[in-house]
């Protein structure tokens, strides 16, 4: 039952940013014009490498790792991405930066919806391209692994999928599902907790992904990769018994000036900024990432 696998496109790349490739650089276009100028400036971009190496980090590593199980079942990977739409992973590409993620300055023009999301990604023919892909095998199963916003970007299409293939053949890996998604997806939904992380691979953002590559490469070669059979692997997983974040006492800005100038003066050499902040929660202690390494910066600065 060989599996067709989608698997999100990463933020970090392996080359530079090209000209009008960023999400940012769309904003002031008339909305008619906006794909047109995006997949023109994409086509004329260069250089290009194969789409997998043009990603990289640690999602992006788990990503590999499930295209080459896919493999070894006679399936295939390819990745949704709010700039290519659907790629195979030995596409050339450009650098570039546009995402469905909401927050980053680079999200598609009026991303902040999920029918935006999944509007942008049909314009850059997406649907098409995943009807293709699954008729090139042809794939009796389809393996989705995507952060929420992805999800909402390709999940109308996904439907026309449980249409062809059943609703049995498709499953999607995730955490939780967005209102959107559930409206579409939620018979095909495999939830994957935090509980299981501390069996699946990456930290727990990661965790659909993760979970995605424990069923290809567990699952024995005969066995259907059913959602039903999927979600009876995932049920076996050994699960947390602590909670995955520990409760910290936030005691505020004196508490942690007073214990980084402690820190700063008694270690040797120098406690980096990083460093300074495990500790400190190791300890029991929270405070925001960003505002504690300003106070350390201001505390070293002094000290």
Known sequence: MPPLVLVPCSSGKTLPIADGLCGRALSDLPADQRVRTWQTALAEARPHVPVRQLYKGGAWTIAREVAVAASRRGGAAYVVSAGLGLAAFDTPAPGYDITFTAGSPDIIPEGASAVARASWWSALAGPAALERAQRSGPFDVVLVALPEAYLEAVAPSLVGLI??????????????????????????????????????????GQSALSALLHALQTLPADAPMTRPT??????????????????RERLGCAHATAWIASAVASTSP??????????????GFAYEQKAFHRLFAEVAENT
């Open 163 to 204: 249409t062809t293939l059943g609703v049995d053949h498709l499953s999607v890996f995730a955490s939780r599902l967005s209102p959107f998604a559930r409206q579409h997806l939620s018979k095909c939904w495999v939830q994957v907790t935090a509980a299981q992380t501390t069996t699946l691979r990456g930290n727990a």
């Open 230 to 247: 999927i979600h009876q692997l995932l049920s076996q997983l050994k699960r947390r018994d602590t909670p995955l974040y520990p409760k």
């Open 270 to 283: 120098s406690l980096s900024a990083s460093e300074a902040l495990r500790r400190y929660r190791d300890e």
